[in-house]
């Protein structure tokens, strides 16, 4: 691929919007400025603080060129397809599995590879933490790219970084924080010791529904994530598991159910709500499926 860059500006949306546009099945959340500002005050995410993060799909024609760089450190996660980068260490191709992670204020240019263009899990962080980890995971590496041996489980981690920003509130920053944080410190330990070999993808893609139930991930996300098509992680998910990744999201979030209904004097509709069903004559009806009885009636059961 040339080094010329086609550039198309990433659609933006804010903590708790709504998507307008972009890459089919992206998802994206931009902090507002002022809520960083004040989060780089406070004790927590005055160390670190993620200021964006996103994940685009399949990426055609996707790319940025900034000549003085970003505020931000910049990390990108590339789990399929191909793109290139460049720094003042010169160009660099970016394959499944690489990782670049751009140090603040430095001059970058990236973009998407035009015939097999990549898939991006990727974010922005400040703070004195983001300031050290990336400088050691720069050290570490040599310079702006290196292999991850196990890429699905930082993508996980940007994953669960976009579910709390998503959220809003001040307690996502938190929880972004420290999901950024262990995605930092995993690519810094790449860079230090030998390649291995990779997990299975099933086991990794089981890990994650499990680190984020009840929240929902979309087949393609989870697929993208572990670096298969929706076709084959179905074939292996349900060799491996016995059944698809659907049903077994269903399955930890009704498991989850039975807990609270269990320990809890929670009403079901709050049962319901902790569990990411919205709507509790829904989720009523999908635990009398599974279980062949109510909510209600399986806690009377169990008094």
Known sequence: MGDSLGRMDETTVEA???????????????????????????????????????FFPHAARHGRWRPDGAREHVLLVCTDGSGWCRTPDGRFDVRPGDVVL???????????????????????????????????????AGGPVSHLRDPAAVASLVSQVIDALDDGTAGGLVRAAGAAWHALADVVATGRRSPGPAPDPVERAVEHLRATTPRRTSVTALAAMVGLSTSQLGALFRAQVGTSP???????????ARE?????????????????????????RRF????????????????
Request: with cysteine; net charge positive; proline share 7%.
């Open 16 to 54: 708790g919007g709504a998507l307008r546009e972009g890459f089919a099945g992206q998802r994206m959340v931009v902090v507002p400025r002022p809520t960083v500002r004040a989060a780089l005050t406070r004790p927590v995410t005055g160390r670190l603080v993620v200021t964006d993060a996103g």
């Open 102 to 140: 751009v140090p603040a204020a430095t001059p970058h240019e990236y973009a998407a590879h035009e015939r097999a263009p990549w898939t991006l899990w990727w974010l922005h962080v400040a703070g004195r933490d983001a300031d050290e980890l990336a400088g050691a995971a720069r050290d570490a």
């Open 246 to 256: 659907l049903q077994y999201q269903t399955g930890l979030r009704l498991a989850r």
């Open 260 to 284: 609270l209904l269990d320990a809890t004097d929670l009403p079901v509709a709050a049962v319901a709500q902790a569990c990411g069903y919205d709507d509790p004559l829904y989720f009523s």
């Open 288 to 303: 009398a499926r599974t279980h062949g009885t109510s909510p209600t009636a399986y806690r009377s059961r169990g008094a």
